[in-house]
């Protein structure tokens, strides 16, 4: 055998042998496959490819979630806070815009006006078809002062107004009240129940 072949073979016996060093497998575990890229290389493709999708859906999740916080929160900010409605006080009736008292003492004319007024009121004044249609069932039976008197040879209501009403009106006397659909008149000094109204206004409710 040559010294050629003698020196080739304890190489190749080596090379065949001796186990990798780290060196060796890290440069193996990076060995590029061509047509295929290593991992990395992988990784830095899919950052590029998928990034702004990602960013997108984390936009898209942090728009749902403000939105459904926002209800909530208005929610808390309002919860608590009145609301404010058109009302009547306690053992007042409302209806159309117009808070009505119907008492359950008696007194005379002047006296109801007095009472009803010390209460912002005045006693009932009636201007249209559907007030009297009202206070014909609020009253039922008995028979009650209204804010309404003669002054000479006209009738005035309590604000300064001019009875205009089809209301038959029996009496000549100077106060007047309502019995049964017709309008009576009678001394003011007369003890009978009495009617106030006056207009809701806006009352706080939670």
């Known amino acids: 055998m040559g010294q050629g072949e003698e020196e080739a073979f304890p190489c190749t016996s080596r090379n065949m042998e001796e186990p990798l060093g780290p060196q060796d497998e890290e440069a193996s575990s990076h060995t590029e496959v061509p047509g295929y ?23 898209v999740v942090v728009v749902l979630a403000l939105a459904a916080a926002l209800p909530v929160q208005s929610a808390g900010r309002h919860e608590g806070c009145p609301t404010l409605v058109l009302a009547c006080p306690d053992d007042w009736v409302g209806y159309r815009k117009v808070c009505y008292y119907l008492s359950n003492e008696e007194g005379s004319w002047e006296w109801s006006q007095e009472w009803c007024s010390s209460h912002g009121a ?9 007030e009297m249609e009202f206070l014909l069932r609020l009253k039922g039976n008995t028979d009650v002062w209204l804010g309404l008197q003669r002054q000479g040879e006209r009738l005035e209501w309590v604000d300064g107004s001019s009875f205009n009403q089809r209301i038959p009106v029996q009496g000549q006397e100077p106060c007047l009240f309502l019995k049964d659909h017709d309008l009576w008149s009678s001394s003011c000094s007369k003890q009978r129940p009495y009617v106030c109204s006056k207009a809701s206004v806006l009352m706080g409710t939670t």
Do not use: F, M, N
């Not at 290389?41 to 984390?58: E, S």
């Not at 005045?122 to 559907?130: K, N, T």
């Open 122 to 130: 005045s006693l009932a004044v009636l201007q249209r078809e559907w």
């Open 37 to 59: 890229p290593d991992k990395r290389t992988h990784r830095r493709v899919l950052g590029k490819r998928c990034g702004p999708y990602l960013a997108y859906i984390l936009v």
